[in-house]
């Protein structure tokens, strides 16, 4: 008795709905209408002259007029929301000029968002999260919280979500339209020899922040007088920057996950996940904010007169600051790089 097989026909995977761009545009469209409310309304807009620790903190947000910044925020976020949209759609009805066009209006929101937007404030917030989560049961720091998550924060921490979100569906997208191989720097073997340069050197840069912090600590006036150290040690901020610099260690060994073995299958010492393998977006994703929050933090400070006034002067503590832009940029290289080797 013969029998005969027959093979489905492989599916196209270019039109199989992907959900990472109707999540995206959600959260840009959401967000979108609450900006157009605020213009309508004239309230709840939360930069500018309304954010009350605004100031020299505000970044380049304060240069946006209040009264411009609501319909502004809601013509990019509405017409990112249209754009990720855009993306759900068959890559065969849309021509390579609407392509292009999707791709570099995309790129302009997600980087606007997730790296304008979210300023110093985001990377500070990530700092000091743990000492303020370990510390709240025993009263230290001794700070207000409720001058602490703002809405003014709440809403660049929304911003920076939107913005990786959007990012995120703009690179599945890519991958799904391409239509032709890959380039050589993204196969495995490649990703695996630049990725090891990308983290190595991503470590290295926090721990000369951190080393800064602990001279504090030490009692060594590291570009400041030892009059200020003593005020610092007086009212206990010495150990909120030993705690920085504690948790840039322990952000740069993390780092070293990334081309480690115990990077990719969880160390023996873990009950319930020895053995097991890494998901990759555990590592990719808080990666890829810390470098964003570091590079958003970098433009805020290259545009504080305050901050060029102290390199000029050749602080030893800002010094190591001005390679923030590198620790962003080859962190962000380093979990790329770690995804490229992963998904083979």
Known sequence: MMTTTTSAPPRDTRTRLDPAAPLAAAWLGGWGVLALLSALTGAGYPFGTNDPHGGDAAGLLQLLPDAVGPPLFAVVLLTGAVAALAMTGPARLQSRPVRLLITGYASIVALALAVVVPGMRVLALLGYAPMLIIGAPFGWPS???????????????????????????????????????????????????????????????????????????????????????AEMR????????????????????????????????????????????????????????????VLAASL?????????????????????????PVWAVTLAGAAYAYHLRRRA
């Open 143 to 229: 700070v207000d919280y409720a001058d602490v998550f703002t809405w003014p924060l709440f809403a660049r921490l929304a911003a920076l979500a939107g913005g990786m979100l959007l990012a995120g569906a703009l690179l599945r997208w890519r991958r799904r339209i391409a239509d032709g191989s890959a380039p050589g720097w993204t196969a495995p073997a490649a990703a695996a020899r630049w990725g090891r340069w990308a983290t190595w050197t991503a470590a290295v840069v926090p721990v000369l922040y951190a080393f800064t912090r602990f001279a504090w600590l030490a009692g060594v006036p590291l570009g400041m007088s030892r009059e200020t150290l």
């Open 234 to 293: 007086a009212d206990g901020a010495i150990w909120a920057g030993a705690g920085l610099g504690a948790f840039a260690v322990v952000g740069a060994v993390l780092t070293l996950g990334l081309v480690a073995r115990w990077g990719e299958r969880f160390p023996r010492w873990m009950p319930g996940l020895a053995g097991r393998r890494v998901p990759v977006l555990l590592a990719v994703i808080p990666a890829g904010l810390v470098a964003l929050a």
């Open 300 to 324: 805020d400070l290259l545009a504080a007169p305050q901050f060029a006034e102290l390199i000029r002067e050749g602080n030893a503590a800002a010094l190591p600051m001005v390679l923030w």
